[in-house]
């Protein structure tokens, strides 16, 4: 079956040759962002997360989850969350200046590492996050779409592929639907895919972790026996440069 001929019944086999190519395609910049992660962690830094919009599905992935980093700071700011207004977040990320002062207010540390989310890649928030960070020494995690940047307005002049350290290609065509193949209106991919790049991030960190005798602080499930208790020592020790951990 190829993916021109796909129909509804198909549709799962689409999606699972879709993320069989983003693992295959990205797997030396996974290996290399596993291996920026093992490092502020070794370091006690933090990994501070972002998005805009849908994006901050991604981030919510990475921040107080089972099985996920507890060194992880989630920077974000209301206005970009659709919830909160759904046509106002769009205006929020096309902001200047917003990426600004949401980093400042989360502050960048030595050792710390940005990771920010951001499929089409060209409006000025996630763009000016890489920015700022690189020009405070912080390296660069851009999970995105190449080919959905490249057919994008350049709102910010640049991209976020364009500052970042390393890119992780979530392969998201224009547009993102994917259903029906020959002329898409529905069944957005990103979120899936971006998910996907973050899973598989943490898959090799922890490889690479247990390689170097290296201990990852994880959280574990609270509706889990002991869950509770080892989720308190991380709390204690993350609690005050994490203040969304509340």
């Given at each position: 079956m190829t993916a021109e001929a796909a129909t509804g019944s198909d549709y799962g086999n689409v999606v699972r040759t879709h993320l069989t190519r983003v693992e295959q395609h990205n797997a030396a910049a996974l290996d290399d962002v596993a291996e920026l992660v093992l490092a502020s962690v070794?370091?006690?830094?933090?990994?501070?997360?972002a998005g805009a919009g849908h994006s901050l599905a991604a981030v919510a992935e990475t921040f107080y989850r089972a099985g996920g980093?507890?060194?992880?700071r989630p920077v974000y700011h209301p206005e970009l969350l659709p919830?909160?207004?759904?046509?106002?977040?769009t205006s929020a990320e096309r902001r200047t200046g917003l990426a600004a002062q949401v980093?400042?207010?989360?502050?960048?540390?030595?050792?710390?590492?940005l990771i920010v989310f951001s499929t089409s890649g060209v409006n000025p928030y996630p763009v000016e996050l890489?920015?700022?960070a690189a020009n405070a020494g912080c390296p660069v995690v851009a999970v995105t779409s190449v080919a959905a940047s490249a057919s994008a307005p350049r709102r910010a002049g640049t991209t976020l592929a364009e500052n970042a350290t390393v890119v992780l290609d979530n392969l998201v065509p224009p547009g993102d639907s994917t259903y029906p193949v020959g002329a898409p209106v529905t069944a957005a991919v990103s979120t899936l895919a971006t998910t996907f790049l973050w899973n598989l991030v943490m898959v090799r960190l922890l490889d690479k972790a247990s390689g170097a005798g290296v201990q990852l602080p994880l959280w574990r499930s609270a509706n889990v026996e002991g869950?509770?208790?080892?989720?308190?020592?991380?709390l204690r020790r993350y609690q005050t440069r994490v203040p969304q951990l509340g």
């Open positions: 070794q370091a006690d830094g933090l990994v501070l997360t980093l507890a060194c992880v919830m909160h207004g759904a046509v106002s977040s980093l400042g207010e989360a502050g960048l540390a030595a050792h710390d590492l890489a920015i700022e869950g509770d208790a080892a989720n308190a020592e991380l």
